[in-house]
């Protein structure tokens, strides 16, 4: 049973923008920090961006000025405005939930490829 559904992902060029989504239940989303993911070939994966529920956000060095996350607590969806898309974006983007004490979700991933 998928838990977290990403939506968003595509081809761009350089310098372009994406808005990356991901839904989950509202048991969920309410319980849990939220955050976005990317493994890119040959690479592990990395924590690109985090928020938790009270509104506290983490970037990467890499996308920080670039990316921006939020959560819709309306719409129990968490969101990543992507900006100035660079090559090295290029991943598959998962979307992560986890809270202390319990399991880390993920979904299954929205491919993002940044061509030049």
């Known amino acids: 049973q998928v838990q977290l559904v990403e939506s968003g992902g595509g081809l761009v060029q350089a310098g372009g923008s994406l808005r990356l989504s991901c839904v989950t239940s509202e048991n969920i989303f309410s319980s849990n920090s939220m955050g976005w993911y990317r493994q890119a070939p040959g690479n592990q994966r990395e924590m690109v961006a985090t928020?938790?529920?009270?509104?506290?956000?983490n970037y990467a060095d890499s996308v920080k000025g670039r990316f921006t996350i939020s959560r819709d607590n309306t719409e129990n969806t968490v969101y990543l405005q992507m900006n100035s898309l660079k090559r090295e974006d290029t991943a598959v983007y998962y979307c992560r939930a986890w809270r202390t004490g319990g399991p880390i979700l993920y979904g299954r991933g929205t491919q993002v490829i940044v061509s030049s």
């Open positions: 928020i938790t529920r009270g509104g506290n956000i």
